[in-house]
């Protein structure tokens, strides 16, 4: 459907259309790509994602530094508390269970005199496991042992359970030696796997004395068994079956283990040990034990004096026990200073990581922040370049003024590395902006003195022509003859108004005025006989008004181009009606028109442009119209709004304010001569329509025309302003 009244025919600077429509395509906006995950994100959070993932790894590389040194550091803090409270109530409880032991098997032997010191021993045992209990429940000893020595204490808690059920058996004498030695045993045993746990260590060297001092306890807890089970053969009369080979193997591995264990030690415990070896006693038992590897049978008797091996044992176990127990103090007293070095050692690489942290992140923060303000800096003075600074040298460009280019564009100052290199590429953008802005204003100046120059001319002979026709007219007396001065009249009238089109685009005023008031009716008439299809515009009432005369000319103008447009943009056989009435805010002017109409959004920008006149662009140039008829309203604070028709088509309200509305009857009266009025209609006009309105020159015009009778009466073209 065609749509009518766009104002892209208003105005006489492009031609009229041939129908009274005319199509108007949209061009879509192009669809806007999706945002990339980071595209949007702003300068701030690109720099500080780039300067914190380095910090990051760095406080990540410190944290798991600091993982992998702290628990061997709280391990040392912790082996005197677990050695003090789980490791020393377990050594205490493998020699009392040793102890209750070799009784045992002395009195499965047949020895019933030593029940009495058995129980004895028992209830030291009980005191031991009472002790070792109290000592592994108490919670700082949970905190100070690992996981594994807690499940070693657990499993070490259940073999001790079940030793009160084995006493029962054994003092039934349903268990023999051998199953009496393996239940100790394998108690033992558990309290051995208790050690190895609590000794493990960061500590390459104190771990090494602490597994030797372990090694060593387990070498004479198999010189305990032996002595066992000599103990047992001994009170039994003989040896038990595959007892003098489980003995030899005891020995060998005892042996074996001393070896293994001395070699550990310290040069000073070594020597001491090594003295150890070089005594009687000790010489003694080496002796025994080689008798017992050669003549110990199964079902034999003891080839040894068990009193004098009882006596040489115990003189040499309570040496070695010493031994061990000068190792142990040596290992805590080691342990500690191990410890707080280790310590203090995480505490200064802690200390140092976190001052190298917090470095870092200070100096990426003052980086960053130096980058975010530098660049922040670029896009405010950009930005202001853009929205503020351009725009007001175009402004004030169109006023006139001279702009000075280097005062417009200062340099960007950003420093000397790839910013400062941005800022200056910069600096000479605006710069070349800025200039670009100076030439072209120039270059608009040039084109609108073009325009003003040629329009000045034009005018000068227009109003020389009206003039001559006007003399023309007043002599010719000829019907035919007058009829086409009339019709050349009209022509130079309407070319009067194309002329002043380009003064108007060139900003300047028209130069038609008057110095009187001029009756808005004679206002609306002057209008009429600018337009062509002047015999199709009906003024059907007006009410009695007039303007004051320095806006007659400009309203005049405004009004014929609303009714030149009225008139192309509908039917050839439809009437174009014009009405007038005065109103609170001033006078208004209705024209109507019966065309098609116009779309409620090309109203809408239609009547935004009438009320904020754009700048004119050239490249705009068949919205003429809708720009001359926005720049002479708002030259005199003239309202003109476009709504649709209830007919169908355009009204065109024109609200002339208050200040330019005058009372009829301050219009004064110019006389002369009176002309004959011409009652035949003009060419083409439709039956009935009038002759034409007077074209009157009340008052004394300031445009250099002479002065015009009001009674005159214009017969086919209606013309004011002459």
Excluded: C
């Excluded at 807890?221 to 103990?231: T, W």
């Excluded at 351009?390 to 790839?418: F, H, Q």
Aim: charged fraction near 25%.
């Amino acid at each position: 459907m065609p749509e009518a009244h766009a104002f892209t025919g208003m105005g006489s600077l492009a031609d009229p259309p041939a129908g009274y429509g005319r199509s108007v395509s949209a061009t879509p906006f192009p669809a806007e790509r999706g945002p990339m995950s980071t595209r949007n994100w702003s300068i701030r959070s690109k720099i500080t994602a780039l300067l914190l993932a380095p910090l990051l790894a760095l406080v990540v590389l410190w944290g798991f530094a600091t993982s992998l040194t702290v628990p061997p550091a709280l391990d040392l803090l912790d082996f005197n508390a677990a050695a003090e409270k789980v490791a020393d109530p377990a050594e205490v409880l493998i020699t009392e269970l040793q102890r209750e032991r070799r009784l045992t098997l002395v009195y499965l032997g047949g020895t019933a005199g030593t029940l009495p010191a058995l129980d004895q021993q028992r209830g030291r045992t009980d005191e031991a496991v009472a002790a070792f209990r109290a000592r592994t429940d108490d919670q700082d000893a949970r905190e100070a042992v690992s996981p594994l020595a807690g499940r070693r204490i657990a499993e070490l808690t259940t073999s001790l359970d079940v030793l009160p059920s084995g006493r029962t058996f054994i003092d039934r004498r349903e268990v023999d030696r051998a199953g009496a030695l393996g239940l100790y045993n394998g108690v033992i045993e558990a309290a051995f796997r208790l050690f190895p746990p609590l000794v493990a260590v960061g500590d390459q060297e104190l771990a090494r004395e602490s597994r030797t001092l372990i090694d060593l306890r387990r070498a004479r807890e198999l010189l305990a068994q032996q002595d066992a089970l000599i103990a047992g053969a001994w009170a039994a009369g003989r040896f038990g079956e595959g007892e003098p080979g489980q003995l030899i193997q005891l020995i060998g591995t005892q042996r074996f283990e001393y070896a293994e264990a001395i070699v550990e030690l310290p040069d000073a415990k070594r020597a001491a040990y090594q003295r150890l070896t070089e005594q009687d006693a000790f010489v003694r038992l080496r002796s025994m034990e080689d008798t017992l590897v050669a003549r110990a049978r199964s079902g034999g008797p003891v080839p040894i004096d068990g009193p004098t091996w009882e006596a040489i044992y115990s003189g040499v176990s309570a040496d070695v026990r010493e031994l061990e127990i000068d190792q142990a103090t040596a290992v805590r007293e080691r342990a500690e200073p191990v410890a707080v070095t280790i310590v203090v050692r995480l505490a200064l690489a802690g200390i140092l990581g976190l001052i190298a942290v917090i470095a870092t992140l200070i100096i990426s923060l003052r980086i960053g922040r130096s980058l975010v303000t530098r660049l922040t800096g670029l896009r405010r003075a950009a930005l202001t370049m853009a929205g503020e600074r351009l725009p007001s040298v175009v402004g004030r460009l169109r006023k006139g003024e001279k702009i000075d280019v280097a005062a417009e564009a200062p340099p960007l100052e950003y420093g000397t590395d790839e910013i400062g290199q941005v800022g200056r590429a910069f600096s000479e953008v605006q710069r070349t902006a800025v200039q670009s802005a100076v030439d072209e204003a120039a270059l608009r100046k040039g084109l609108s003195d073009v325009f003003l120059n040629i329009a000045r001319r034009s005018q000068t002979l227009l109003h020389r022509q009206l003039s001559l026709l006007d003399k023309m007219e007043r002599r010719t007396t000829e019907p035919d003859e007058l009829e086409d001065l009339f019709r050349v009249d009209h022509l130079a009238t309407r070319m009067r108004r194309h002329a002043e089109d380009l003064v108007i685009l060139a900003g300047a005023a028209p130069g038609r005025g008057w110095r009187n008031p001029v009756p808005v009716v004679d206002v609306i008439r002057g209008a009429v006989s600018e337009v062509e299809d002047y015999a199709r515009v009906a003024v059907t009432g007006v009410e009695d008004a007039a303007v004051v005369g320095r806006a007659v000319g400009d309203v005049i103008h405004l009004l014929a181009e609303l009714l030149e447009n009225a008139a192309s943009y509908s039917p050839p056989h439809t009437r174009v009606q014009v009405a007038g009435q005065a109103v609170p805010n001033g006078y208004a002017v209705e024209i109507e028109d019966r065309g098609l109409g116009m779309a409620p959004e090309l109203l809408e920008e239609a009547n935004e442009r009438l009320a904020a006149p754009p700048d004119f662009d050239p490249a705009n140039s068949a919205r003429l119209g809708l720009f001359v008829v926005a720049q002479l309203a708002a030259r005199h604070g003239v309202r003109v709004r476009l709504r649709a028709s209830p007919y169908g088509g355009v009204t065109a309200v024109v609200l002339i304010p208050t200040e330019l509305v005058v009372d009829v009857d301050s219009v004064p009266v110019v006389e002369g001569p009176a002309w004959p009025a011409r009652t035949r209609p003009a060419s083409g006009a439709p039956a009935g329509a009038p002759a034409g309105p007077p074209a009157a020159e009340p008052g004394e015009r300031t445009d250099g025309a002479a002065p015009v009778p009001l009674t005159r009466r214009v017969r086919t073209a209606p013309r004011l302003g002459v």
